[in-house]
Each structure stands twice: as C-alpha cells, then as structure tokens.
C-alpha cells in the first residue's frame, strides 16, 4: 500500500477549481488508502457554524480567505489523510507553501465546459450565486489560479467518470507502494 512516508509527505491534497470533483475523489481515494478525509469547506462550515454562502454574504470573500488560510494551514498539517481543498485556497502563499512541504498534490483537471455543465444548478458557490455570466467567472478564475494548480506533483483529468479517475490516481500512487 501507498506510504506516504516514503516520498517525504504527511498527506495528499487534492486541488482544482470548483466542480472539479475534489471532494467526491477525495472521499474515494482516502477509503482506498484507509486514511482520513477532510474537506476543508466542510471543516470551515464546522468552525464557523455557517455555510460558506453565508459567510460570503454577511463577511465578504477576504472574510473568509482568513479563515480558509487558517483552517487550511490546520489540516494540512495532518499525518496520514487526504485533504480535499477549496478551490480557491491555493491563491494563498502560505498554503501554497505548506502544500509543497506537507502534501503529495493532486490536481483535478477539467474542461471549463465540462465545469459549467457540473455546476449549472449549484446554489451553494458564493463567487457564481446572482452571476449571470458564469462562464466568464469561470474562465477568470482558472486564469487566475491555472498556474498555481499545475504545479501539483500530479495531474489528471477528470472530465470522465470518477472510476476512470480514480484508476488513473491509484495506478499512479502504486509507483510509489513497496
């Protein structure tokens, strides 16, 4: 099974732009690999005792990077379990940094079609909500965070299903398994 403490990382985080399957990969992944799993929009959700919607609307975006930074830096900390971040996390320097000296990352690549199909009825995404050009906040925002995304020790696509995705992740973390 994969180690992780042989290629020098504590956990393995999953990245990529909203919709691009983070947390249902993640989930997956850590149950094949028995490690933990957090969501880091979940676990903001649970310190704050409110939706990120909610934070978005009563505190504004900075708003809620502080916090994102901070339960980010937190989890990433960890030992042993899969990390599924926010999308947007990664414009953070610290985390960013953190994410090279901790985790194996993963980068979930999609088509931006691909996206906005995934998330042409979501109600829960503060930067598309009361937006009517979606597809321009999409593509800005995968401008904006492309370059942080590719640097990930791995990418892979996952405009497919997750079994197609998931078979590509395993195959490659069994090159790393004893």
């Keep these: ?22 947390s ?48 980010c830096i937190e989890i990433l900390a960890n030992d042993n379990c899969v990390i599924s971040l926010g999308g947007g996390s990664i414009i953070s320097k610290k985390i960013r940094k953190t994410i090279k000296k901790n985790s194996y990352s993963i980068y979930l690549q999609v088509t931006l079609n691909n996206l906005l199909n995934r998330l ?21 925002l995968l401008k904006n965070r492309q370059k942080f995304y590719e640097k990930a020790d791995l ?9 197609q995705t998931m078979k590509q992740i395993k195959s490659r973390l069994n090159i790393y398994a004893n």
């Design 120 to 140: 042409k009825f979501s109600r829960k995404r503060p930067l598309l909500n009361n937006n009517s050009n979606k597809s321009e906040i999409m593509q800005k």
């Design 24 to 71: 249902i990969i993640g989930k997956d992944l850590s149950k094949y690999l028995n490690l933990n799993f957090y969501d880091t929009d979940k676990e903001i959700e649970l310190k704050t005792k409110k939706k990120i919607n909610e934070i978005f609307e009563e505190e504004g975006e900075s708003y809620f990077r502080d916090i994102e930074e901070k339960v």
């Design 1 to 22: 099974m994969f180690d992780l403490s042989e290629i020098n990382k504590k956990n393995i985080c999953i990245m990529g732009l909203m919709g691009s399957g983070k």
């Design 155 to 163: 990418i892979i696509n996952n405009n497919g299903d997750k079994f």
